[in-house]
């Protein structure tokens, strides 16, 4: 999961130039019409009932235009693959699913990114699979490698935000499609035990039977990426649990070099939100500590990184600076 979602901010990020491949329409007529398309040379901007023959098909360097014009009535899922890689297979299965769940809503448009080097390289493919968007016929990055798919079908419910928010709103009709049946409801795969255990203990204010079960699902898996976030944040909580915000901010302020203080203080400011005053009141203190106190705050702060999320930009600000005091 090495790229973010989109968030469902209304501007469209331009994250890849497509001005390459735009440039086909200009080509010289009696170039090949895109995989599955309605007929040579048909447009796909505001594609009539019945133009696509499924939701999924396949684009190449040659064709691609279409469905960059398609992206006028649907957002298209674009999935650089290759058959050859056990993640992108897996992967594709998954959209696959997913976008024909949507019934029209969506189309997804596979590419082999190795036999098309010049989608791969306006993408930014830099492995397989990578994902992205068009809506409006502008490019939305979305992520690199394999997710599952309660993350794929979130990320595809982002899109449709993003659509709807400039205007896509449209709908394409496949034979043998309902475009009135209603999107199925997700079916949520249950969690891990021990997740499901941290889960109703933090429901239940039980903040140590929380931390405990999480440390054993990392001990189980240490690459459980979920488990170390949720154990940073239950940790978040356990500390501040009791304690008032008044109560906190005035330790700190009465004793700006008491390091137990500050860090109770830069808690409580992440859990408000102000992530980088807590990010910054670490790193300010961090030069004129010894060595047993900075290895405390560079645990805190690595915690701090889980719980915002490791592919926010202000985590990556923060890491680099931590990094540069380190060095």
Do not use: C
């Not at 054993?216 to 488990?227: E, F, G, S, V, Y």
């Not at 915000?245 to 070099?257: T, Y």
């Amino acid at each position: 999961m090495s790229m973010p979602p989109p968030s469902a901010a209304g501007n469209l990020r331009g994250a890849v130039d497509l001005s390459s491949l735009v440039n086909r329409a200009n080509a010289p007529a009696g170039a090949a019409a895109a995989p599955g398309a309605a007929g040579a040379g048909a447009p796909a901007t505001g594609v009539p009932a019945g133009a696509l023959p499924s939701l999924v098909l396949q684009g190449d360097d040659a064709t691609f235009t279409q469905f960059i014009e398609l992206s006028n009535t649907v957002p298209v899922i674009v999935d650089l693959k290759a058959d050859w890689a056990e993640a992108s297979v897996e992967l594709t299965a998954v959209l696959e699913k997913v976008v024909t769940e949507y019934a029209g809503r969506l189309v997804l448009v596979g590419v082999d990114a190795q036999a098309n080097p010049q989608l791969a390289q306006a993408f930014q493919a830099q492995s397989v699979p990578t994902v992205a968007a068009l809506v409006g016929g502008r490019p939305v990055s979305l992520f690199q490698g394999g997710y599952p798919e309660e993350e794929v079908r979130a990320v595809l419910e982002q899109v449709l935000q993003l659509a709807a928010q400039n205007g896509v709103t449209g709908t394409v009709t496949v034979p043998g499609l309902d475009p009135d049946a209603p999107t199925p409801e997700p079916v949520e795969e249950p969690l891990p035990p021990h997740h499901a255990e941290a889960y109703d203990a933090i429901a239940n204010g039980d903040y140590a039977t929380a931390i405990a079960e999480y440390q054993t699902a990392i001990a189980q898996n240490p690459r459980d990426a979920l488990a170390v976030a949720g154990l940073a944040q239950v940790r978040l909580l356990d500390r501040l649990d009791g304690k008032s915000l008044d109560e906190i901010r005035a330790a700190a302020a009465s004793a700006p070099e008491d390091l137990d203080a500050q860090l109770l203080v830069a808690d409580l400011d992440l859990s408000g939100g102000h992530v980088e005053d807590a990010f910054a009141r670490l790193l300010d203190l961090f030069p004129k500590q010894d060595q047993p106190s900075k290895d405390t705050i560079r645990t805190r702060l690595l915690e701090y990184f889980e719980v915002v999320g490791t592919e926010d930009p202000r985590v990556a600000a923060a890491r680099r600076r931590l990094a540069a005091l380190l060095y």
